[in-house]
T-cell receptor
Framework: QKEVEQNSGPLSVPEGAIASLNCTYS??????FFWYRQYSGKSPELIMS????GDKEDGRFTAQLNKASQYVSLLIRDSQPSDSATYLC????????????FGQGTELSVKP | NAGVTQTPKFQVLKTGQSMTLQCAQDMNHNSMYWYRQDPGMGLRLIYYSASEGTTDKGEVPNGYNVSRLNKREFSLRLESAAPSQTSVYFC?????????????FGDGTRLSIL
């Protein structure tokens, strides 16, 4: 089992819809979770971090964490064409000395 | 505000050649990392340095060596380049382990091995 897994894409949603991106992780001791956005040909940029169970909202983005189910998700409300990018889930794996391990990424396409 | 600076941005090598990728950060971060990114594979950790003077292997260390020259600089060396090492390489830095701050990335080095 991979340490961090994301649902395979590409994910296509119409403009204005909610995009839902999912991620599961294997280390029950993990405490820190991040979502990065990566535009084609660019470096990843942090868009959300979450450390506690529940929801964390920042503008149109909501991160959701369920440690019991080892599941973290990212919701993008009112999706815009400018949200089209690859979204990377990343988890700090403490049983490996605190390394940040990335999922394979989900490509999101928002159609006008 | 330079952040994380990687050099070079692009490089083409022949199989068997060696080269060093340079990375420097000006944010006074303790930890530095080297990742490679291949299509459909996300980011895979090659080596990391939790603090000055220490280095550890990541997920895919074979064929690479690293040097943490000082707190600011962390270099990645390919001793004998192979076509399988064609990839985009990202350097990152963070204070992870101290305050859970996430990583800041450089712009990447696009490396092709012929």
């Amino acid at each position: 089992q991979k340490e961090v897994e994301q649902n395979s894409g590409p994910l296509s949603v119409p403009e204005g819809a909610i995009a839902s991106l999912n991620c599961t992780y294997s280390d029950r001791g993990s405490q820190s979770f991040f979502w990065y956005r990566q535009y084609s040909g660019k470096s990843p940029e942090l868009i959300m971090s979450i450390y506690s169970n529940g929801d964390k909202e920042d503008g149109r983005f909501t991160a959701q964490l369920n440690k019991a189910s080892q599941y973290v998700s990212l919701l993008i409300r009112d999706s815009q064409p400018s949200d089209s990018a690859t979204y990377l889930c990343a988890v700090v794996i403490y049983n490996q000395g605190g390394k940040l391990i990335f999922g394979q990424g989900t490509e999101l396409s928002v159609k006008p | 505000n330079a952040g994380v600076t990687q050099t070079p941005k692009f490089q083409v090598l022949k199989t068997g050649q060696s080269m060093t990728l340079q990375c420097a950060q000006d944010m006074n971060h303790n930890s530095m990392y080297w990742y490679r990114q291949d299509p459909g594979m996300g980011l895979r950790l090659i080596y990391y340095s939790a603090s000055e003077g220490t280095t550890d292997k990541g997920e895919v260390p074979n064929g690479y060596n690293v040097s943490r020259l000082n707190k600011r600089e962390f270099s990645l060396r390919l001793e004998s380049a192979a076509p399988s090492q064609t990839s985009v390489y990202f350097c990152a830095s963070s204070t992870l382990g101290v305050s859970n701050q996430p990583q800041h990335f450089g712009d990447g080095t696009r490396l092709s091995i012929l």
